[in-house]
Each structure stands twice: as structure tokens, then as C-alpha cells.
């Protein structure tokens, strides 16, 4: 029995290992103040030891088919830890974790393809309401260690699309890639799924008051989360009104960190990870948050407050004399406060220097994974 634990252990610190070396990464928890063993054991909460073993051969920098997942598998001489098994079974292995939601799976041009996808955003995402309480106590033991490297590989894992209906003015325009409207004209499928942030503090019976379903992903995401059962089918017009409703609600949309944004969230200052992250870091990554600033005309601001309760993060805040000072580096360029301003005293402008992110979610997950390397040289 002894035995069987240790060779669990090791298959998973493998995994971790190959988690550590795309996107945000994951590395060992006690270099950030998270609880020792919180990696394996939540990795245990997902995986079974055989779906550890065959996520060791799915390619995170490219798409790959069963066939050529079973043609790429180490031999037992070179790694004895990996178990060579057929094709049958691990194409049946491959679709069991898709539904699952531990890989992400395509069809494109007749092709069944793979990818092995980071736990942020990624894995975690794909979680939706189907794990109980357990899982969560085990990603909040973790959580220090993925909090640490959301800003800190050279992109951030998400960015801000600014608010821009009518009300709205953004000076010197929007680029192409923030503009969340006209992105979604570019989309063919769409599917809305509920927000995994707010989904954790209802397991502990403290459910967030914003709206629950407010996630949405496009195309072939929109596919895997409709096929696999974590969200559902919804028109075009139908995620516009989403997009609205959220706005309203003070809710911040964030992206993915991609022009094609595979996926978009919208965050609540309460319960999403993103936000409060980037409420406690002034790493160089945070700056690439937002390609946008808030400006405020003192002269015409009527001090109402109004922005100081919308602000989800607390960038507003009334100076000694009663009068709302903007602090710089804790606006994100949301435009979240802008429509409840009555004196339209604050207007979003354009960054001179705009952060262009990777074409797709993948390609940026793999820059993140060589930002890293990188960095550990340097030191």
C-alpha cells in the first residue's frame, strides 16, 4: 500500500511539473504561503492516477488526435512511471476527461483533437457547480500559489474590455481587440455558463448577490462547453443582452488573455479571484490589465459618491475634505463608474502604449510558460 501511495504521489508531482510550464503555471505552494501537499491533493481531486498518466503525453502548445497522442507516449524503458496503454482505451480516457473538464477537446476539418489547458484559466473554469465542498477547501489550501502567478509571467491571465455603449465616450478610440460588441459580431457560437468565482462561496452558504450566469465562451469554446454539459446554447442578440445586464450590474468584463477571446467573465470585486488579485499586486503584468485609464474633470465633479460605490476597486475614494479623488494605480479602466456619474465629469482614455495580446488563448499560455523560463535564468 505503501508502495501504491508513493507512485501516486509521483505521477501527480509529474503532472504538476508539466502544469508548471504553460500559462500561470503551478508551482509548489509552500514557495507562496499555500498549505504543503495542496498541489497533489487538488490534483488528486480531478485526476485519477491513469488520467494523470495520460495527461502527460497531451501537448499543451499544439492540438493533437488520439492517434497522435498514443504515438508520442514515452516508452516504459525511458520513464517507467508512464504505463504505454492502447488506443482504444486512451481514446476513450481522452473523451472521459473531456467531460470531465480536464482537457479541452475540438472537432475541427473531421479531426477529434486535444489540448492539455492550464488550471487558470482553464481546468478550474471547466469545474462549473460539479465538485462539492471538498475540492473547493482543496483550491483554497492552493490558492496562494496560483494567486502569486497571475501577474507574474509576463501576461496577465485575463485583461479588461472597457464598457463602450452610448454612454460611454473612450477617447482616442477603442482597439479592435477591446471592443466587446464588435468582437461579438465576429463570433458564430455562443454559450453562457454560471461564474465558477461565485460559484465557490455558495458551497459555504455565502452566495454572491450579482447575477450567476454571466460567463461566456465563443465557437469551438462555446462547443466544449455546451457539448460537455458546462453551460448551454445562446443566440447572439442573447449574449449582447448579457454583456448589458452585467454592465448594470457593476459587473467588470474581463477576456482572456487573447484577440480572439475564446472566453470572456464578468467580475464582481466580492468573489472573483482576478479582481482581488490584481487589488493586491503592482507587478509590470498588472499594467498590461487594461490598455485604458479613467480621467477625472475636478472642476465639473459634483462629489456625489456615486463612483465610490461603484467602483469595484475602491479607486474612488473621498479625500479629507468630502471631495472624490481618483487614485491612479488602483483603476483598472473598467468605465464601471462612468454611467452612474451625473455630472459626466470622467471620461476613459487610451493607454499611449497598448498591450496587443496572441492571437489565441493557447499561444499566449505557451509565451507565459517561456516568460517563465526565462526568468528563472535571470535569477
Known amino acids: 500500500m505503501e508502495n501504491t501511495i508513493s507512485v501516486n504521489i509521483e505521477v501527480y508531482e509529474k503532472l504538476r511539473q508539466r502544469f508548471d510550464k504553460f500559462g500561470a503555471g503551478m508551482e509548489k505552494p509552500?514557495?507562496?504561503?499555500?498549505?504543503?501537499?495542496?498541489?497533489?491533493?487538488?490534483?488528486?481531486?480531478?485526476?485519477?492516477?491513469?488520467?494523470?498518466?495520460?495527461?502527460?503525453?497531451?501537448?499543451?502548445?499544439?492540438?493533437?488526435?488520439?492517434e497522435e497522442i498514443y504515438n508520442s507516449q514515452t516508452n516504459e524503458q525511458s520513464n517507467p512511471m508512464i504505463r504505454k496503454v492502447d488506443l482504444e482505451l486512451l481514446s476513450r480516457s481522452l473523451e472521459i476527461m473531456a467531460k470531465k473538464g480536464i482537457i479541452f477537446r475540438r472537432k475541427r476539418d473531421g479531426r477529434i483533437e486535444y489540448i492539455l489547458v492550464p488550471l487558470m484559466i482553464g481546468v478550474l473554469e471547466y469545474q462549473g457547480g460539479r465538485l462539492d465542498s471538498g475540492y473547493w477547501e482543496q483550491l483554497g489550501a492552493f490558492f496562494p500559489s496560483?494567486?502569486?502567478?497571475?501577474?507574474?509571467?509576463?501576461?496577465?491571465?485575463?485583461?479588461?474590455?472597457?464598457?463602450?455603449?452610448?454612454?460611454?465616450?473612450?477617447?482616442?478610440?477603442?482597439?479592435?481587440?477591446?471592443?466587446?460588441?464588435?468582437?461579438?459580431?465576429?463570433?458564430?457560437k455562443f454559450a453562457v455558463s454560471e461564474c465558477t468565482c461565485r460559484l465557490r462561496p455558495m458551497q459555504f452558504g455565502e452566495p454572491c448577490n450579482k447575477s450567476l450566469e454571466t460567463c461566456m465562451t465563443y465557437d469551438e469554446w462555446a462547443d466544449f462547453y455546451a457539448n460537455?454539459?458546462?453551460?448551454?446554447?445562446?443566440?447572439?442578440?442573447?449574449?449582447?443582452?448579457?454583456?448589458?445586464?452585467?454592465?448594470?450590474?457593476?459587473?467588470?468584463?474581463?477576456?482572456?488573455?487573447?484577440?480572439?477571446?475564446?472566453?470572456?467573465?464578468?467580475?464582481?470585486?466580492?468573489?472573483?479571484?482576478?479582481?482581488?488579485?490584481?487589488?493586491k499586486t503592482d507587478s509590470k503584468d498588472r499594467e498590461l490589465f487594461s490598455n485604458y485609464y479613467l480621467e477625472q474633470d475636478k472642476s465639473t465633479c459634483s462629489n456625489c459618491k456615486s463612483c465610490v460605490k461603484r467602483c469595484p476597486m475602491n479607486a474612488c475614494q473621498p479625500d479629507d475634505n468630502g471631495n472624490v479623488t481618483l487614485l491612479d494605480e488602483l483603476c483598472i479602466g473598467c468605465g464601471v463608474c462612468l454611467n452612474s456619474c451625473p455630472s459626466k465629469s470622467r471620461v476613459l482614455k487610451r493607454k499611449e502604449q497598448v498591450f496587443e495580446p496572441e492571437q489565441t488563448c493557447y499561444e499566449s499560455y505557451v509565451k507565459m510558460g517561456e516568460f517563465n523560463e526565462q526568468k528563472k535564468v535571470m535569477v
Open 146 to 188: 496560483l494567486a502569486a502567478n497571475t501577474f507574474s509571467r509576463g501576461l496577465p491571465v485575463m485583461r479588461v474590455l472597457p464598457k463602450t455603449d452610448d454612454n460611454v465616450k473612450v477617447n482616442n478610440t477603442v482597439v479592435p481587440y477591446d471592443d466587446i460588441m464588435s468582437l461579438l459580431d465576429q463570433k458564430e
Open 30 to 66: 509552500e514557495q507562496h504561503g499555500g498549505e504543503p501537499g495542496s498541489d497533489i491533493e487538488l490534483l488528486r481531486s480531478m485526476y485519477t492516477e491513469h488520467e494523470a498518466e495520460v495527461a502527460l503525453h497531451i501537448p499543451y502548445d499544439t492540438f493533437a488526435t488520439a
Open 228 to 279: 460537455m454539459g458546462i453551460g448551454r446554447y445562446i443566440t447572439r442578440e442573447e449574449a449582447k443582452e448579457i454583456i448589458r445586464r452585467n454592465e448594470r450590474e457593476g459587473l467588470v468584463t474581463l477576456a482572456i488573455v487573447s484577440k480572439d477571446i475564446e472566453m470572456t467573465c464578468a467580475c464582481c470585486p466580492c468573489h472573483c479571484a482576478i479582481l482581488n488579485i490584481a487589488s
